[in-house]
């Protein structure tokens, strides 16, 4: 585990003092809204993350905090209901903890989701798309070599998670996700220049778990929930409170498409 931070020994091996097996086959981060995902879990344990050395809670409402292992489709896994994110202080590496996770427990796949602001106006709220790219507009790294290469993307994971959609008969999207810093919402001027950079939505999350993911060499797909127009388009003052319900009006596809993915990909 010598990629890892040297902490993420000591998680594991308090969860598999609370149960968790040594490995399981994929792990899950559920995003803004989206953690009624954890419902569907069988057989599940749950860890609050406060109990867990190293987590700390999380403070964005809509995000609970929890840490649970069970199964889905047959299949075993470990889901962050809540996440780390950058704006509320938290250093790169912990904002990736999920991938580390995934190394620790030997997953073959991260899974990660997300709610996100559409900037591409073609789309529309509700809306779920798939990450092939991304922007960073900033990007903090507490430690490491001065230079690392940008990671791979995997395009054939992009695909292959449009076809798995298709055979469930969801109609998904496929684009560039913009990696902007919070924690307020962007301004009109701002989108409007991301959209000129070729980004298709817009969030806070998901890059440093997909980096980290790619350097661990673990494959790893991303979805976006549109849950708003972006601040140039939307037609009122964005909330997180918007966010949160469209995220539970899309529940239900959302969960169709991630136990797909959890026993297709
Ligand atoms: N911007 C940034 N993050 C977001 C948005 C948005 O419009 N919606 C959900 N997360």
Do not use: W
Request: hydrophobic letters at 40%; aromatic letters at 10%.
């Amino acid at each position: 585990m010598n990629q890892l931070p040297g902490y993420i020994s000591q998680i594991k091996e308090y969860l598999i003092g609370q149960g968790f097996p040594e490995q399981v086959e994929s792990v899950v981060i559920l995003g803004s809204g989206l953690g009624d995902f954890s419902t569907l879990i069988e057989q599940p344990l749950m860890v609050p993350y406060h109990e867990i050395p190293h987590f700390s809670e999380t403070s964005v409402q809509g995000h609970s905090g929890e840490l649970f292992c069970g199964t889905v489709a047959n299949r075993t896994i470990i889901a962050f209901s809540g996440r780390f994110h950058h704006y509320e202080g938290y250093e790169y590496s912990r904002t990736a903890l999920p991938a580390y996770t995934a190394k620790a427990f030997n997953a073959n796949k991260l899974i990660i989701s997300n709610a996100a602001g559409a900037i591409n106006t073609r789309f529309n709220v509700g809306d779920l798309m798939v990450i092939d790219d991304v922007i960073r507009l900033f990007h903090k790294v507490s430690s490491g070599p001065a230079v690392l290469p940008f990671p791979y993307f995997h395009t054939e994971t992009a695909e292959k998670v449009r076809k798995i959609a298709a055979i469930i008969g969801l109609d998904i999207q496929r684009g560039t996700y913009l990696y902007a810093k919070g924690p307020n919402y962007e301004s009109k001027a701002e989108i409007r220049a991301f959209r000129i950079l070729g980004a298709d939505v817009v969030g806070m999350s998901t890059v440093p778990e997909l980096i980290e993911a790619s350097r661990l060499q673990i494959p790893a797909a991303a979805i976006s929930m549109v849950t708003n127009m972006a601040a140039d388009i939307s037609k009122s003052k964005l909330d997180h409170s918007e966010v949160k319900e469209t995220a539970e009006s899309r529940k239900e596809d959302f969960a169709r498409l991630v136990t797909e993915i959890i026993r297709k990909l």
